[in-house]
């Protein structure tokens, strides 16, 4: 069966944090932004490099909002909350999604998968953005034709991801923090 999935517009007035830090309302929403900006370099990426957007829109104005691409075209989001309360992320995604999968390159040996977003894109891989793996997204991932290292959450709910991966027979890792990232 073959995989489409359809587009969907970010919430209403994302922008990349560049657009908005060069806005000419940077004055007005500095503070919120500057929140969003401060949580994506706490978790040691680049806000400026345009994956990372915000909203002003009430219920995303504490919140980074991450596109999920496929092919090219925008088809889902989401919204990691910045501050604390719940719920922590807000999500708008076709059904079986595989984050990052538009990054990954033929030439790679391996393609790791992860639960969720801000952790694929620490190494490069995809998110599953759940600790359950769905026929549509074993098949997604399976197309690359690269071995599949699964690095679950250490938490109770990955459990089920790493029974999952190893039904399908992918690699299971535990990788520990290098120094210089702590």
Same mark, same amino acid.
């Given at each position: &069966?073959?995989?489409?999935?359809? #587009?969907?517009?970010?919430?209403?007035?994302?922008? #990349?944090? @560049?657009?908005?830090?060069? $806005?000419?309302?940077?004055?007005?929403?500095?503070?919120?932004?500057?929140?969003?900006?401060?949580?994506?370099?706490?978790?040691?990426?680049? #806000?400026?490099?345009?994956?990372?957007?915000?909203?002003? $829109?009430?219920?995303?104005?504490?919140?980074?909002?991450?596109?999920?691409?496929?092919?090219?075209?925008?088809?889902?989001?989401?919204?990691?909350?910045?501050?604390?309360?719940?719920?922590?992320? *807000?999500?708008?995604?076709?059904?079986?999604?595989?984050?990052?999968?538009?990054?990954?390159?033929? $030439?790679?040996?391996?393609?790791?998968?992860?639960?969720?977003?801000?952790?694929? @894109?620490?190494?490069?891989?995809? &998110? @599953?953005?759940?600790?359950?793996?769905?026929?549509?997204?074993?098949?997604?991932?399976?197309?690359?034709?690269?071995?599949?290292?699964?690095?679950?959450?250490?938490?109770? &709910?990955?459990?089920?991801?790493?029974?999952?991966?190893?039904?399908?027979?992918?690699? *299971?890792?535990?990788?520990?923090? $290098?120094?210089?990232?702590?």
């Amino acid at each position: &069966a073959k995989v489409e999935f359809t #587009p969907k517009d970010l919430p209403e007035g994302a922008r #990349p944090l @560049l657009d908005w830090v060069n $806005s000419k309302y940077w004055k007005d929403i500095s503070s919120e932004v500057e929140l969003v900006i401060a949580y994506v370099v706490s978790r040691g990426y680049d #806000p400026f490099d345009g994956n990372y957007y915000w909203s002003p $829109s009430p219920g995303f104005d504490n919140r980074v909002i991450i596109p999920f691409t496929y092919k090219g075209q925008i088809v889902g989001n989401t919204a990691r909350r910045v501050t604390s309360g719940r719920p922590k992320y *807000v999500s708008d995604q076709h059904p079986h999604f595989v984050f990052n999968i538009d990054q990954q390159q033929e $030439s790679h040996r391996y393609v790791f998968v992860c639960e969720g977003p801000f952790d694929a @894109l620490s190494v490069g891989g995809v &998110a @599953l953005l759940t600790n359950d793996i769905a026929e549509q997204q074993f098949r997604i991932i399976n197309s690359l034709a690269q071995e599949v290292i699964v690095i679950p959450d250490q938490d109770t &709910a990955g459990l089920v991801l790493i029974d999952k991966a190893i039904e399908y027979g992918w690699s *299971v890792a535990f990788p520990t923090r $290098s120094e210089e990232r702590r």
